[in-house]
């Protein structure tokens, strides 16, 4: 089969070897175009967009899905099968194409997690587990029926980071297994159920990434790690913004208003939640550099 690649951050790059790895041909890669980053603005290639010229892969990076131009140049490929995976909402007119179908690789046991950010939610929200989804991509996000589903535990110190990086390399063997299946026609499709129980994995901003003390401390410590290390949790503490990567449940507890802290000084800043205190372990400054509270401390009060 002729393949389409789509993606465009890192955890899409597996993907990518997965597919040159099947025995097919993967005759396209699709990213987004290249964005200004750093101090100087200048424009950077896609993660994706840089491993996909290393191994002299042709790549397309459209501004807009549905252009005359970009839909002439991609039927001009012969695509058999396009695969998505970490990619931007695809028009009917592009994963209508290929006659084999377009796939989409979802980070969760669909359909609970639907949507741009289902790692952080799965931790933020306390589960034990999560998995990854491959499903042929229909009108609704995240909707289509499922091809394949592999399940993969949350542990209890997992970060967004730690839980990414585990499904990210998991990710490139499931791609692997939905083409061959596939390529062989041996797809057994399963409708995904809908539900008033389903939780959603919205996109996430900034503002939304506020620590809210007065909820549990268990809750408070998903959240962060949920979050850790992108986009951070974060708060404010005696004047000052601080994005928190790590905490841990304390067994002080002061009574305190919930967001009111207490610290020695010198290794450890405690803060009052719900039902108790959290120590903060990690936590990053504003306009600083990440670091260990008790090296905040050597040199800061707070």
């Known amino acids: 089969m002729r393949i389409a690649y789509m993606g465009t951050p890192e955890f899409a790059i597996p993907g990518l070897q997965a597919c040159l790895e099947s025995g097919h041909e993967v005759a396209l890669v699709i990213t987004a175009p290249d964005k200004p980053q750093g101090r100087g603005r200048n424009l950077q290639p896609s993660p994706v967009k840089q491993y996909a010229l ?3 892969l042709p790549v397309l990076q459209p501004t ?7 839909l ?4 001009s490929y012969n695509i058999d099968l396009q695969v998505v995976v970490a990619f931007r909402m695809l028009p009917e007119v592009v994963w209508s194409m290929p006659p084999k179908g377009t796939f989409n690789l979802h980070a969760s046991l669909l359909p609970q997690y639907r949507g741009a950010a289902p790692i952080n939610w799965a931790v933020i929200n306390g589960e034990k587990e999560t998995g990854l989804t491959t499903f ?3 009108h609704e996000i995240d909707t289509g029926n499922i091809i394949l589903q592999e399940k993969e535990p949350i542990y209890d110190d997992d970060t967004a ?3 990414h990086d585990r499904l990210m390399l998991k990710g490139a063997e499931i791609i692997k297994k939905t083409i061959e299946i596939i390529h062989t026609g041996k797809v057994d499709l399963k409708t995904q159920a809908n539900s008033p129980d389903l939780k959603h994995a919205p996109k996430i901003f900034k503002e939304d990434c506020i620590i809210q003390w007065n909820q549990p401390a268990e809750k408070v ?3 962060v790690r949920g979050l850790a290390p992108y986009p951070g949790a974060w708060t404010s503490l005696g004047g000052q913004n601080f994005k928190i990567y790590e905490v841990q449940l304390s067994k002080e507890n002061k009574n305190l208003l919930p967001g009111a802290y207490y610290s020695d000084q010198k290794t450890f800043i405690h803060v009052q939640t719900a039902d ?7 936590l ?3 306009g600083r550099k990440k670091m260990l509270t008790e090296d905040f401390l050597r040199g800061n009060r707070i």
């Open 54 to 56: 290393e191994k002299g």
């Open 64 to 70: 807009n899905l549905k252009s005359p131009a970009f």
């Open 72 to 75: 002439e140049q991609l039927a």
């Open 136 to 138: 042929f991509i229909q």
């Open 161 to 163: 980071g730690s839980l």
């Open 221 to 223: 410590r998903n959240f």
């Open 276 to 282: 108790g205190m959290v120590e903060i372990l990690e």
């Open 284 to 286: 990053q400054p504003e």
